[in-house]
């Protein structure tokens, strides 16, 4: 990502822009903490960089090679769940995947605004732009579809090919401006200065010109940082390293000229992830449904009867073996215990489970990793 001149140059200028001396900067979703660094380069006075993986350590090796080490300071957690002695005068962020609505970006975004930026503060990105078009894309339609339409061992593969065409994938950066078929709509504006609900929904329609073939639906964004500086991954548009989302419809449909297509397209956050679902009707110019699809995500993941049953509200759960033990470990992570101590009593108490002592270890350090402080 660091690479990508274009995304990596617009977010310098951003912030070169934005920070001024003595300023305070939030960087959400730091990564290895390049905008922290420059954030100092530009004259911040403290910057709090914020990201919940292990490459936060390499952050903490940069700053101490550039002697930025008092001026940064890194936190490993989610930005949701921290707290800062003081307020930003710049938040950044660059937390999305190949469209802005991805896991929890939105939500972490929304969350900044409101409780670590300081009042006239600014937000990097401010507004992102989520476009759509139909596509002509035979070869990328074919991925979703051809592996389950081959006759292997003269068998139905259609519960299978339900889920493939119920799936979107990033895989439409090669898509060219010349195989849209619709001129592109603008789906959704997030402007993060205004926002207040991370889902998005809004109804497409286009009229077709010309006859073509419609495979499917391919959206892209417009990321403006600050005002006169952003990026876009639009098609036709220099390679970015984000691809472009492609939304399959479950067969070709053939267009012709004074075709309407409608799709009401909706995006709807779950607590840790979008639900997406694309419905489809194209109609012809005298008014006969052509063709008509109900999509969503949701119908791609397989979930099982008895996950099903586990989740019900009148289910009454009983721990497993695993969650027996992980209940022990948790139960001794009292700050007394060490884990030495744990892992030699977990040795004992599940003799069957643990063969030595390396791997209760192993077992009670990824508790203590993931709960302990």
């Known amino acids: 990502m660091i690479a990508d001149t274009v995304r990596t140059g617009a977010y310098l200028e951003a912030l070169r822009r934005a920070v001024k001396p003595g300023s305070v900067v939030v960087d959400?979703?730091?990564g290895p903490g390049i905008w922290s660094l420059a954030a100092c380069r530009f004259g911040a006075r403290k910057v709090y960089a914020i990201e919940p993986a292990e490459v936060i350590q390499v952050g903490r090796e940069l700053a101490a090679a550039n002697g930025l080490t008092e001026r940064i300071e890194f936190i490993q957690d989610?930005?949701?769940?921290i707290s800062l002695p003081e307020r930003a005068d710049v938040v950044v962020s660059e937390i999305h995947g190949v469209l802005p609505l991805f896991e929890q970006s939105v939500p972490s975004i929304l969350d900044a605004r409101r409780r670590l930026l300081a009042p006239g503060g600014i937000l990097i990105p401010q507004r992102e732009i989520i476009w759509a078009a139909v596509v002509d894309a035979p070869e990328l339609h074919e991925t979703f579809v051809s592996p389950w339409h081959e006759p292997l061992l003269d068998l139905d593969w259609l519960p299978a090919l339900r889920r493939a065409y119920?799936?979107?994938?990033?895989?439409?950066?090669n898509i060219g401006a010349d195989q849209l078929v619709t001129i592109p709509q603008c789906w959704v504006e997030l402007d993060y200065r205004t926002l207040e609900s991370v889902d998005a929904s809004g109804t497409l329609e286009w009229q077709v010109d010309h006859s073509a073939t419609g495979h499917g639906l391919c959206l892209w964004f417009d990321s403006e940082l600050i005002d006169g500086i952003g990026f876009s991954n639009a098609p036709g548009l220099p390679r970015l390293i984000f691809g472009r989302a492609f939304f399959p419809w479950p067969e070709a449909v053939a267009l012709a000229e004074g075709d309407v297509i409608s799709v009401c397209l909706q995006a709807k956050f779950t607590g840790s992830g979008y639900v997406w679902r694309w419905d489809t009707r194209v109609c012809a110019a005298a008014g006969a449904v052509k063709a008509e699809f109900q999509q969503s995500n949701a119908f791609a993941e397989p979930v099982s009867a008895e996950t099903l049953r586990r989740r019900r509200s009148d289910h009454v759960p009983r721990l497993t073996e695993d969650g027996l033990i992980d209940q022990f470990?948790?139960?001794?992570?009292?700050g007394?215990?060490?884990?030495?101590?744990?892992?030699h009593e977990l040795q004992d108490h599940f003799p069957g489970r643990f063969a030595d002592y390396y791997s209760a270890l192993t077992r009670a350090g990824e508790i203590?990793?993931?709960y302990s402080r």
């Not at 989610?78 to 769940?81: E, H, M, N, V």
């Not at 119920?166 to 950066?173: D, E, I, Q, T, Y």
């Open 329 to 334: 470990i948790l139960a001794r992570m009292d």
């Open 78 to 81: 989610l930005s949701t769940r």
């Open 28 to 30: 959400i979703g730091a």
């Open 166 to 173: 119920n799936s979107w994938n990033n895989k439409a950066r």
């Open 368 to 370: 203590s990793e993931r």
């Open 336 to 343: 007394e215990h060490s884990l030495d101590q744990i892992a």
